[in-house]
Structure formats: structure tokens, C-alpha cells
């Protein structure tokens, strides 16, 4: 009575099925449902005989009618066929039964996925590969669903439900996957692939590593933009332009022969010698790293893609041996890239189209350089959730304000004023203000905390915190010379300056900024409206005048109301003199064009004095 309900079942399916085969207006995956086992469907369905058959001969087919989860990506008769030709086999009878096992276990998966549920990356089939690890798919969906880039679901002939799972029904039979099959399958991996199909390697290593001899191999795999940063650090365009001697050597760094090391079996500080005969050192104290000859960590990014004749991890990096370390001298962008204290710092600079000018021979820049924790700082305090909220004309010129032309190593630093690369609305040059007397600072808010990184193009500090762009407020804190200063626009008699003058509303302005000492020469340092009426004295709204901008017999007017007239060229060591409100003349311009976001600081040996008689 079971065999005849059996049978039943069966024809019930097959009418199922031919009804299917008939309604070509449904182009969607069916999702048809039954109560048969996946043993069933494939014994029942006509275009499964010769998987049935295979099933059968490796004793597999009792295993997909017991009760379970399973998945399975059935190739049809031609799939079989096929397969069977291109490997010079005459019938599956041929094939000797562990091979059929591990090739049909490749095929199964240990849950039940249907095709809304799968996604591209990699799952194990029950296939086994070194060591009885699972084999490893690569299922892409991009168009459809491809699995190892050797076989894909037939459209219209995924999801058939099964009493113990779901059979998708594909155009190819899956070997077991080799290190080659694996790289060719991932589009990550397509640089990698690039390097190693060079015309003049030949098959060197395409023969190896699908092969057994030395295997098994473990790989660290390079991602394409981990080669994108390679050539960015070598100052190059493309791969062709690396000599084969050296892809050789960094391909075969990147291999270990004789082991399927998994990412399980990694300990902190362990030691690998390569195929190309230097060590890597593995760094798990914060998430798994390796150590290459650059002294730059590479992080493993993804683990255990296990093949048949080895295994691949996922790395961002080239890793890089000393013989080729030697011979590297990376330009600015190079070095960025090279270093994973940098990332963030990277991807800035890919983002505002940086990379080409940070990467240029003959540029001779220097580079004040944000870690990763100063960027993240920089974003919160900003309000920024990622750099992809950062505008990028605000991202380019808050790395601009970072990079001055011109080579300085910290021996060459003083104390002064200088020009970075950032600009503001009229397309002036932004200042930076260095400081030197404890350490070196930059604009008060940032410390170089490793100096003098000469590069090919250059040279690099690090520093601790993103150097913001600059306003007149910023000038004023960071430089010791205005705290007489900060102090009288601070007080607690009088408005707010500092949010004045670290604003937009009526900028740019121009300040005279009287130094400690003018402030020390006055008889008394006035109070109330009479220290307001000075403050406003020193200060021009809605003008960036430069050095370049005075004429002689200029008078301009003030926040404060009376004029200050100019007086070209200055006496002694003076750049111009300066008459206040009051009439006090010989007051001396001592140093010019100090230039912030919101306007332009010159400073000025006495404190301008408004007439008092107004």
C-alpha cells in the first residue's frame, strides 16, 4: 500500500510538472509545492534521469528522501552530459564512486535556501576539500543566481518545494572548485586574476594553483582596490607597468604551500613562511591582521573560502617582502594607502578627486596627516554620521588646509605663519599657524605626533585631530601674541565676539590685531562701551583687504564708525602705518594677510583708539 501511494505521489508530481512546462506566460521562479522528497523529484521528473541515476550509484539518493532541510542545484540530463564529455568520461557508471559522492555533495546544501533568500557571497556545500573542511559556492546574483561562476539556475526553474527542502534547477554541473575556480568566479578578485594570466607568466600559476602538486595551498587574496592602492603607493597606472621579477615575487608572498591554514587555527604572533620564502606574521590582538615587510597590517576581510586543493582568505592589502620593499619608494597618496591608520584619510581623498595630485612626481608637498581617530573625532563633533555626508567641496577644502607646497621637514618648522593649499570664497590661500616652542601644534587644535615620513613626492607628519578651516577666531586663540586680545573681546562686559568674528553674518572682516605689547602700553586697558568702542575700532565688516589691497591715503571705516587711514610705505620696520580715530599716527603693520575662512588678520604694534569726542 505505501509503494502504491508512492507511485501515486509520483504521478501526481510529474502531471504537476507537465502542467508547469506548459504555462510559458509565467516567467517568475514557482515555488511549487508537494510533498515529495528531493530523492522523489529527481526519480519523477525526466530531465533529472541521469542525476537520479548518479544519486543512485553513490548511494546519495536515500540520504534526499529521508526527512531534512536540504538545498539542492540539480543540473539536468544536457548539464550531465556535457560535463561528462568535456572530461574525456563516457557515462557516470564511469566515474569511480568517491568522486561522484563529493561532486554530487557539491551540488547540497545543509538548509534549506529558497532563491528570495539567497544572496551573493559564499556558503559551503557538503562537499569536502582538505582536511574534510566543507567546500566552499560563490553564489552571484547580479543577474540571476550563478554559483562558482560555472553554473546557473535556469530562469523560471528555481524553487521546486520538496517535502525535505528546495531543488533549483540549474544549466551545469558544479565541479569541485580549485583556488583558480574560486578567483575566477569572484569579480573582487579580478585584478589578482589580471596578475597572475600575465601573458608572460604563462600558465605558471593558473597550473599550479588548480592542481595538487605542493597543494594544499593557502592564499591571501588581494581585492582589486587593495591593488588600486599598490599602484597608487608605486606611483603607477596599471600592473603592466610592474616588472615581472617583482609581481612574481609579491604574488608568491601572498601564498603558503603545503597547508590549509584556517582562519580558526590562527594564533597571535604565529609566523608563516611564503612561497616566496619570507614570513608574514599574524596579528589577532584587534581582529585578525597580517604583518608584511612594509610594517603596514593587512586585514584578513574574509576567511575560509575553502577549494579542493586549498584555501583562500580575503585581504585589503598587497602584502609587500623585503626584497620588493626595498626597492619602493611611495608617493604621498602611496603611502596613505599603504597604511591602515590611514583609511579614513583615503577614502577623503578618493572622495574629493585628491589622489591624482597626492600622487604626482615632482609635486613636492608636505602633508599634515588625520589618523583614522582623528577623522572619526572630526565627523562627530561636526555632526557628520560618515564622510559620505561631508560635502565635497567641504571635504577638498578641509584637506587642502592640511597640505603646503613646498617640502618642510620639522628641522625647517618655526614658529610663524603659512599658506596651505585650502582657499576661501575669493580664492585666497588659508593660513596656517605653526607653532613650535612645545612640540609642534598647528593652528591650536592639532599636534604632529610622528614627523619627517619623506616619500617620493614629499614629506609627511601625522597628526592627532583634522585641522579645521580657520576662522579670525581661531587665528586669535592659537597665536600666544593675542591673548591680550582674546582676553578684551571675551570679557565678560562685553558682546560676543568670539561668535561674531567666528561667524558669517557681516564677513568677511578685516581685524587689526593689536599684539600683547600694545596692549601693555596703554595706560589702562578701557572697560565697558569704551573697550566695546575699541574692539570695534580694530575691526572692518563686510571686506577681505589685503596687504595687496592698501593704497596709500585709503580710509576705510570701522564696526565702531570713526575711519582708520593708511599710510604707505610704513617707517622703520614697519609693512604700513596706520592713523586711528583719535589721530594717533605711526601705528605699525607688523605682520599681514594672516587669512581665515571669514576674513583676514593683520597685526598691528598699537591699539587703535576711536575718537573719543564723537
Known amino acids: 500500500m505505501k509503494h502504491l501511494l508512492k507511485i501515486l505521489k509520483i504521478c501526481m508530481f510529474s502531471f504537476l510538472l507537465l502542467i508547469t512546462a506548459c504555462n510559458d506566460d509565467d516567467d517568475g521562479n514557482g515555488e511549487m509545492m508537494t510533498d515529495l522528497t528531493i530523492a522523489e523529484i529527481a526519480a519523477s521528473t525526466p530531465e533529472f534521469s541521469a542525476l537520479y541515476a548518479a544519486l543512485v550509484k553513490a548511494g546519495l539518493a536515500e540520504t534526499l528522501d529521508n526527512p531534512g532541510t536540504y538545498t539542492v542545484f540539480a543540473p539536468t540530463n544536457t548539464a550531465f552530459k556535457s560535463f561528462l564529455d568535456a572530461n574525456g568520461i563516457a557515462s557516470i557508471d564511469d566515474v569511480p564512486g568517491n568522486v561522484l559522492v563529493n561532486l554530487l555533495l557539491n551540488h547540497v546544501l545543509d538548509s534549506e535556501i529558497t532563491s528570495s533568500q539567497i544572496t551573493t557571497g559564499y556558503i559551503n556545500s557538503l562537499a569536502t576539500g582538505p582536511d574534510e573542511n566543507n567546500l566552499s559556492l560563490f553564489l552571484n546574483t547580479s543577474s540571476g543566481v550563478e554559483i562558482n ?38 569579480d573582487n578578485f579580478s585584478s589578482l586574476v589580471g596578475a597572475l594570466t600575465r601573458p608572460s607568466f604563462g600558465s605558471t600559476y593558473t597550473d599550479l594553483l588548480s592542481g595538487t602538486a605542493g597543494s594544499p595551498f593557502t592564499v591571501f587574496a588581494p581585492t582589486n582596490e587593495a591593488f588600486e592602492n599598490l599602484l597608487m603607493a608605486l606611483g603607477t597606472n596599471s600592473l603592466d607597468e610592474i616588472d615581472d621579477e617583482t609581481l612574481q615575487e609579491v604574488l608568491n608572498y601572498h601564498v603558503i604551500a603545503g597547508s590549509n591554514v584556517t582562519a580558526g587555527s590562527l594564533t597571535d604572533g604565529q609566523m608563516a613562511t611564503t612561497f616566496q620564502g619570507e614570513d608574514i606574521v599574524f596579528d589577532l590582538s584587534e581582529g585578525a591582521k597580517i604583518e608584511d615587510a612594509s610594517d603596514t597590517e593587512a586585514n584578513i576581510i574574509a576567511t575560509d573560502v575553502q577549494s579542493n586543493n586549498g584555501i583562500i582568505h580575503a585581504v ?85 588646509n592640511h597640505v603646503m607646497s613646498g617640502v618642510a621637514l620639522s628641522a625647517n618648522l618655526s614658529t610663524s605663519y603659512t599658506g596651505t593649499l585650502a582657499t576661501n570664497e575669493d580664492g585666497d590661500n588659508l593660513s596656517l599657524y605653526i607653532n613650535t616652542q612645545n612640540g ?14 619623506e616619500v617620493r613626492n614629499g614629506v609627511i607628519h601625522a597628526v592627532d585631530a583634522v585641522i579645521a578651516l580657520p576662522t579670525i577666531v581661531t587665528f586669535a586663540t592659537a597665536d600666544p601674541d593675542f591673548t591680550s586680545l582674546v582676553s578684551a573681546l571675551t570679557a565678560e562686559d562685553q558682546p560676543d565676539f568670539a561668535g561674531i568674528l567666528s561667524g558669517t553674518t557681516n564677513a568677511p572682516f578685516t581685524v587689526f590685531a593689536p599684539v600683547n605689547s600694545a596692549f601693555d602700553a596703554l595706560p589702562s586697558v578701557p572697560v565697558g562701551s569704551d573697550l566695546t568702542a ?46 586711528d580715530g583719535a589721530g594717533n599716527t605711526g601705528i605699525g603693520v607688523i605682520a599681514v594677510d594672516v587669512q581665515a575662512t571669514n576674513g583676514v588678520i593683520h597685526a598691528i604694534n598699537t591699539v587703535l583708539i576711536p575718537d573719543t569726542t564723537n
Open 440 to 453: 609642534v601644534s598647528l593652528n591650536g587644535i592639532s599636534e604632529v605626533t610622528t614627523a619627517d615620513i
Open 316 to 400: 585589503d592589502k598587497v602584502l609587500i617582502p623585503q626584497t620588493v620593499w626595498n626597492s619602493i619608494n611611495p608617493t604621498i597618496a602611496g603611502f596613505v594607502a599603504m597604511n591602515e591608520d590611514y583609511s579614513s584619510l583615503l577614502a577623503a581623498v578618493q572622495k574629493a578627486g585628491l589622489t591624482d595630485a597626492l600622487n604626482a612626481d615632482g609635486a613636492d608637498l608636505t602633508v599634515f596627516a588625520p589618523d583614522n581617530a582623528a577623522f572619526e573625532a572630526f565627523l562627530n563633533s561636526n555632526g557628520f554620521a560618515s564622510l559620505d555626508d561631508v560635502p565635497v567641496e567641504l571635504l577638498t577644502q578641509v584637506l587642502l
Open 149 to 186: 561562476g560555472m553554473s546557473a539556475v535556469i530562469n523560471g526553474k528555481a524553487d521546486v518545494m520538496a517535502s525535505n527542502g528546495v531543488v533549483h534547477v540549474v544549466d551545469a554541473v558544479i565541479p569541485e572548485p580549485s583556488i583558480v575556480d574560486h578567483a575566477l568566479a569572484n
Open 534 to 579: 575699541v574692539l570695534q575700532h580694530h575691526v572692518i565688516i563686510e571686506n577681505n583687504i589685503r596687504s595687496e589691497d592698501l593704497s596709500d591715503g585709503a580710509s576705510v571705516a570701522t564696526l565702531e564708525g570713526d575711519n582708520v587711514t593708511v599710510t604707505l610705505p610704513g617707517s622703520g620696520n614697519n609693512i604700513a602705518d596706520l592713523t
